[in-house]
Structure formats: C-alpha cells, structure tokens
C-alpha cells in the first residue's frame, strides 16, 4: 500500500498516462487485498465521494453535456481514491510516513531534473529565461501547480525531527527551486508558514529560532529582489497603465470598469483574475438561476467565452498556444465551482477545505497545517480541482491526513469480531 500511494504522488509531474495507470493500480489493489476487519470510512473521507456525486448529477441541467461528462473523468479521483483508503486503511495509516517521505525524496528529484534540464538549455541558447516560471517547468506542467507539489515536501524536510544537512540541503534547495518557479501566491504563503513555524512551532532555543528567522526573511527578500523575479512581481502591481510595443498594460481599475476592450489591452495575472471575477458577476446577474444550479461541471467556459466575446477581449490565436483571454477558466476555483455547480457544489467545496482546516489544526501537524492553508489560498487564484494534476494532488494528500484510521484498528476484530454491538469496530455507520 505504501508503495502504491506513493507511485500516484511520485507520478504527479509526469504525463497524465503515468498517474492514471497508477492510480488504477492502487484502486484495484485495495479492492483486491482488503480485509473485512480492515474497511474503515469516515465522513471525511465521504465528502470528497459526495463532491464527485454532485458533479456527476450535473449532468441532467448541464448546458454542455458533452464537457460535463468528458470533465467526469478527469474528477474521478474524488470518488475512487477515497473508496481506496476506505478498503486498506488501516495500513495506509501505518505507511503514512513512509508515503510523505518517499514523496517528499521523489519531488527533491524532479527539482533537480527540472534545474538539470534548464542549465542544458541555458548552454545551448544563452537564455536566462529557461530559469523561470513555466521555461523551468514547462507549460504542460505549469509552474504554478509543480511549486505547489514542491510546497508539501519542502515542510516535510522543515519538519523532520533529528535534522540532518541532507534535510537542510533538501529544504533550500526547493525553497530556490519555488522562488524560481515565481508563483507569487505559493511563495508568499510558504514564507509566511516556514516564518510562522520558525517563530512559533521550533524546538530550537528562543535566540537561535529569531536568527534562523532573520536570516531566512533576508534570504526570502534578496531572492525577491532578484532580476526576473522582482520584475514578474513589479507587473502584477502596477497600478497605471502604460504603452510599450503597442499594448496597452490594464491596471485592476480597468479590468473591472471598462466597457469594451480591444485586441491590445493586456491583463496581467491580478487584473485578469479581477475580469474574471466580473465575468462572473455579469452571468450571475443575467441568470440568477445559474447561482442555484451552476451551468454544469466543465460547462461555464462556454459562458465565458461568450461574455469575453461581448467584451472583445483578445481571443486568441486559434493555434492551440495562444488561447486567448476569452477562453481561458476563472483562474479561481470558488467562482468555477460555484459557475459549474451552484450554491451546493460551492458549499460542499466549503465544508471540504473547512474539515481539513479543522483537522489540521486540531492534530497540530504542521505538514497537514501548510498543505491545507496553501490550498485555501492557492484556490483563489487558480481552478486546481479542475485539472488532474489538482485534484489528484489534493485528494491524495486529503485522505491520507483526515481519512485514516485510528490506531489498533483492525487488530481488535481479531480478537473480538463485533465487540457484542453487531458491527465492526471503528466503522462509523452511515
């Protein structure tokens, strides 16, 4: 089991085929070897099922039945990788460790694969650029979501008790590797949790945790300061608009009042989820019903298209690169859902990043407490559940923090088939 949960993680940054065959894999194998005393399911592990249930009956109001049902199984992680931890739980929960530390050594080397192959493009074109964002990552892994899989194992490595130099080596290394990636939502709030943990959750001595935390912040802000990342950051909060080359640089103002837009304006990556938010804003004001149903999983982005038309924002190049702004998603997987799936999908969506909140907080374990902050905050600024890669990541890395079972579970059917109650042990009924 360790090995399986393990190999859906490892394969994150992999084609789409090499996550999907494991997952297969680690479905089938649960199934296969559970055990009657080791079947364990609890409500949290039924909210992720439950998200999946309510897009797959999305499809009898969807507006674009042929999107909801191809987008089903690209979501159908929520319901199967739960329905897995359910049958073999006892000895996920045993492997937990294992199954972060096997993951946390697999993405330190994928950073290192991902650097290797930048410094030989970089001897090849003399670009600097091959060091950033998606030139690092490469747009079919997209930047955004491989910090957010470096994220994780980075508070790993911060963690780990009885450090030694390959953990701290482990933890600048992806450090650099996120700040190079230049996703500004992930490093901010990887700053603020490993300042957080430094200041708050050490057992460092008093004087060495505030040196540790000094020199980390320097570092953090001479890395900011650093050319291409100072200027990605300096475009995102520009608050006039300029002319250069014939594009006219919206600010947020613009982005949300301006009546029409022409073939030129160019949103940066606030500014455009700001239009994004009014696109959202302007359906709902014209369908109201669309607030209690949503338009159908994967539906919206007809919607869209049509508002960015009446808009006449730029549509793209129609060559599968360029996409456009009219066709691109909210970028913000509140809006998306609530779009897709009405109040009750976005309520769920709520309740299911409210309970890992909770639980994490409640188990003081700071891996679990990152991984469910970064995900409040990295779902304002893009549709994670929504892509494969997201979802996956997310619904992995649920389970195995709030879905497992408590300890002993499993042992005591052996010796005490129902415990005189007529059902298993630690099984909460439905």
């Known amino acids: 089991m360790v090995f399986f ?11 789409y085929a090499y996550n999907s065959i494991t997952i297969v894999l680690f479905v089938l194998y649960s199934v296969l070897s559970a055990k009657r005393d080791g079947i364990y399911y609890n409500r949290a592990l039924l909210l992720p099922m439950l998200m999946y249930l309510f897009m797959a ?37 045993m492997g937990r460790k294992d199954i972060l530390k096997n993951f946390s050594i697999a993405m330190v080397l994928a950073a290192l694969f991902f650097v290797g192959r930048a410094v030989v493009r970089y ?41 030694t130099w390959w953990a701290y080596a482990c933890f600048i290394f992806l450090f650099v590797v996120i700040t190079l990636l ?10 603020l949790l490993t300042a957080t943990y430094m200041l708050f959750y050490s057992r460092m001595p008093k004087k060495a945790r505030v040196t540790v935390f000094v020199a980390f912040m320097a570092s953090a802000v001479a890395l900011g300061y650093y050319g291409k990342i100072k200027e990605r950051l300096v475009e995102e909060f520009t608050t006039q608009a300029t002319l250069a080359d014939g594009v006219n640089n919206l600010t947020v103002k ?46 919206s982005s007809h919607k869209v298209n049509e508002k960015g038309t009446s808009l006449n924002v730029h549509p793209g190049s129609g060559d599968g690169i360029n996409y456009g702004y009219s066709l691109q998603n909210f970028h913000n997987q509140y809006i998306e859902t609530f779009a897709d799936l009405g109040i009750f999908g976005f309520l769920l969506l709520l309740v299911l990043l409210g309970i890992n909140l909770k639980k994490a907080l409640q188990g003081k374990d700071f891996v679990h407490i990152a991984f469910a902050i970064l995900m409040i905050a990295l779902l304002l600024t893009e549709s994670f559940l929504w892509r494969q890669r997201g979802v996956v990541f997310f ?36």
């Open 395 to 430: 619904t992995v890395l649920y389970c195995l923090f709030n879905g497992l079972a408590p300890k002993g579970f499993g042992k005591r059917y052996e010796k005490n088939p129902d415990n005189g109650s007529g059902r298993l042990p630690g099984v909460t009924p439905m």
């Open 254 to 299: 613009d982005a949300w009042t301006k009546e029409k837009f022409s073939h030129n304006d160019y949103f940066n990556g606030v500014a455009f989820r700001v239009y994004q938010g009014r696109v959202f804003t302007e359906l709902a004001a014209e369908d109201p019903a669309m607030m209690l149903t949503g338009y159908g999983l994967n539906a």
């Open 5 to 15: 949960v393990s190999a859906v993680l490892v394969t994150l940054p992999l084609g």
């Open 57 to 93: 009956l999305s499809l009898l109001w969807s507006v674009d039945c042929n999107s909801t049902f191809r987008a089903l199984s690209k979501e159908a992680s929520l319901l199967f990788i739960p329905l897995a931890f359910c049958f073999n739980n006892r000895f996920i929960r």
């Open 182 to 191: 230049s996703s500004k939502t992930v490093i901010f709030i990887d700053v």
């Open 123 to 163: 001897t090849q074109t003399g670009n600097p650029e091959v060091f950033f964002y998606h030139e690092l990552s490469t747009f079919s892994v997209n930047a955004i979501y491989l910090s957010a899989l470096f994220s994780v194992p980075l508070f790993y490595f911060l963690t780990v008790k009885n450090k």
